[in-house]
């Protein structure tokens, strides 16, 4: 069975600087999803970035980009320019590829709080 | 116009009432799911339906039952509620070939 691990339950980050939050996970397949989202404590769960593992390049959307290194499992998300709308519950998920009805599996999440 | 609805958003009940909760998604998507994440945060699959289709469940209780009339709709019925499944339970939906989920807006169910 695939696992997702976050390995820093909180992190704190001012305002403006960058933050790096980290995944790792494991699994036997060769292609699959991994995913960022994002729940404000709305608890709204929101996309953040998507990135196809047979992708060599790395995924970014706006301030957000992530770190993906294939061979050592590990898919990090980096937030540059921090703002106070960032802080929120961050989760790491993964998904197998093309099986019909199969699940994302989620890390435990990261509590990032923006400091003024 | 929202893509996942779930009704209702909270819902507060006492120990062995049995209870539904409503999904429905506007989007098209073959795959619905139940998710629960629990006080920790920690999400976790329960079912997963593909075209009306019972694909996954999880270790699940029997007293959680999940229904599918139709493509757009998956409701999940909770009988004799117990303290522990006191959570935040999230219906969400995916396209094929499977890439990421649409998550309705969650149900915060409290039993007392």
């Known amino acids: 069975a695939q696992t997702v691990t976050q390995s820093q339950p909180e992190m704190s980050v001012q305002e403006a600087e960058t933050v790096t939050l980290s995944c790792t996970y494991d699994t036997s397949e060769s292609d699959y999803y991994l995913f960022w989202y994002k729940q404000p404590p709305s608890r709204q769960m929101i996309l953040v970035i998507r990135?196809?593992?047979?992708?060599?390049q790395n995924a970014t959307e706006n301030r957000f980009s992530v770190n993906f290194q294939k061979a050592a499992k590990s898919f990090s998300l980096k937030i540059s320019d921090s703002q106070l709308g960032d802080a929120a519950m961050y989760f790491c998920a993964y998904r197998r590829l093309n099986n019909a009805g199969n699940m994302l599996t989620f890390g435990g999440g990261t509590r990032l709080m923006v400091k003024p | 116009d929202t893509a996942v609805s779930q009704t209702p958003k909270y819902l507060v009940t006492q120990m062995g009432n049995d209870k539904s909760i409503k999904c429905e998604q506007n989007?098209?998507?073959?795959?619905m799911y139940w998710y629960k994440q629990d006080s920790k945060k920690f999400l976790k699959i329960m079912f997963s339906y593909n075209n009306k289709e019972l694909i996954i469940n999880e270790t699940v209780p029997n007293r959680f039952s999940p229904k599918s009339p139709d493509k757009a709709h998956l409701n999940l019925h909770i009988n004799s509620l117990e303290l522990g499944d006191s959570a935040v339970y999230f219906c969400?939906?995916?396209?094929?070939?499977?890439?990421?989920?649409?998550f309705g807006q969650g149900t915060r169910l409290t039993v007392v």
């Open positions: 989007l098209g998507h073959d795959t």
């Open positions: 990135q196809e593992a047979y992708k060599q």
């Open positions: 969400a939906s995916s396209p094929p070939p499977g890439t990421e989920a649409f």
